[in-house]
């Protein structure tokens, strides 16, 4: 197995992070902007990549920027918004062909850093400012993206519960904004949100693929000759240390079966030193359908059409959810918290637990099989500090023993319940 060699570049210039590999038959370049979380301007932000991919001065109008990626052999562009722990993240993404398998002598991945450049430095303004006819037209498309999310129930529910378990905080505010903000935003003011970004965001580009590490250097240090903010990665995630009282949240809607929800605290985070612990942890209680919560609750009791637990690696935060009949809300929490209980406890299997590393693991190879897979371990490796060497993350889960399962487990703190029911 192939281990991942991040070589990155620090200073005033963008963040550059390269790993070379022939393995793919593209390049993936991924740029990302970051900064802490902030109520007032998370709407704004929102819509920032969408107005910079709908056109830029060169490139006017989509259709035009669709014609250059078609030009340089299909290459494929998107964007995404989201959150990392304490910060909110804008994503350009661009994948394009390897130049080994092309006949064209320029440089794509050349082109490629120059159009991304283009879109992010070169939007299309007037009068000082966004396009208004363009904001206006993103902020529309920005309302259909939010009402079809309304429409998946599990996000909607997600959502909800992150408002209600940090409604304190930053982290309340969900990445792509809120709803009622949108008629109120301008070209002016989201333009002024769009400068702070690029002067007080953290920027920096990943490239995955086959190429050589020096001609790149070259390229990108040409190409974004900006200064750069030099911030560091917000590695410390506000975890409150006491549940004062479990909180029980409801709503109502016209749904056809509920989504129960419960949200700990879990007081890890992935630049903890005990992170795998915490995740083996989640791997024996319900990652995965031979976990605790899906054979207890739909194997046996058939009560869950789905029961499972993730992690907001960034944040602490571990979320405990599963599909079900109204009517069996009460027994869903008893047998959710039982699985929790036996795990404080320490009742599980050496088994169970090394069935939950193995499976870890092969997340972590099936990984390396993609771009994407890759370009994930890539970030986390930024974001944690530490190695992304296969063997070495390998050696990170293999050497968690069931003290530190238990351990972990025991830190967990479950902060708010959430109901997803249907109309009264």
């Known amino acids: 197995m192939e281990n991942i060699t991040i070589n990155s570049d620090e200073g005033d210039s963008l963040k550059l992070h390269l790993y070379n590999t022939d393995k793919f038959k593209t390049i993936s370049l991924m740029l990302t902007m970051r900064a802490p979380l902030d109520k007032q301007s998370i709407t704004s932000r929102a819509l920032i990549p969408q107005i910079l991919t709908g056109g830029s001065m060169k490139y006017p109008t989509r259709k035009q920027l669709q014609q250059k990626l078609d030009e340089m052999y299909g290459a494929e562009l998107s964007w995404d918004t989201y959150k990392k722990g304490e910060d909110h993240c804008i994503s350009l993404k661009m994948e394009i062909s390897a130049e080994q398998f092309l006949n064209d002598s320029d440089s794509l991945l050349h082109s490629s850093l120059l159009l991304l450049h283009e879109m992010i430095y070169n939007p299309l303004i007037e009068d000082g400012a966004f396009h208004p006819q363009i904001v206006e037209r993103e902020k529309q498309f920005l309302k259909q993206r939010m009402d079809s999310m309304f429409n998946d129930k599990v996000l909607y529910a997600h959502v909800r519960l992150v408002e209600e378990m940090f409604e ?10 809120r709803r009622e903000e949108i008629n109120s935003l301008h070209a002016q003011s989201v333009f002024q949100v769009y400068n702070d970004m690029l002067r007080n965001d953290r920027f920096d580009l990943f490239i995955v693929g086959a190429f050589n590490e020096r001609d790149v250097r070259v390229m990108v240090n040409e190409v974004f000759c900006e200064k750069y903010n030099n911030i560091s990665l917000n590695r410390n995630s506000s975890i409150r240390s006491k549940v004062d009282a479990v909180k029980v949240v409801q709503d109502h809607l016209e749904v056809k079966q509920g989504t129960l929800l419960l949200g700990y605290r879990m007081s890890t985070t992935i ?4 992170y795998e612990a915490a995740r083996v942890a989640n791997a024996v209680f319900g990652r995965f359908p031979s976990s605790k919560l899906f054979r207890a609750i739909r194997e046996r009791e058939g009560l869950a059409y789905y029961a499972h637990s993730q992690i907001e690696s960034s944040k602490g935060l571990l979320v405990a959810m599963a599909g079900i009949d109204f009517e ?11 699985q929790e209980y036996a795990m404080k406890k320490g009742d599980f299997t050496e088994a169970e637990m090394e069935q939950g590393k193995a499976l870890l693991i092969n997340l972590l190879l099936e990984a390396h099989d993609s771009p994407e897979g890759i370009m994930d371990i890539f970030i986390q490796a930024v974001d944690s500090g530490f190695s992304a060497a296969i063997q070495d993350h390998i050696k990170r889960i293999s050497s968690v023993t069931k003290e530190d399962v238990v351990n972990a487990v025991n830190k967990w703190e479950l902060d708010t319940i959430y109901f997803l029911n249907r109309k009264e």
């Open 271 to 274: 630049q903890d030193e005990h």
């Open 168 to 177: 304190d905080e930053a982290y309340a505010s969900p990445p792509y904004g």
């Open 328 to 338: 069996h809300y009460e027994r869903v929490i008893e047998l959710m918290r039982d």
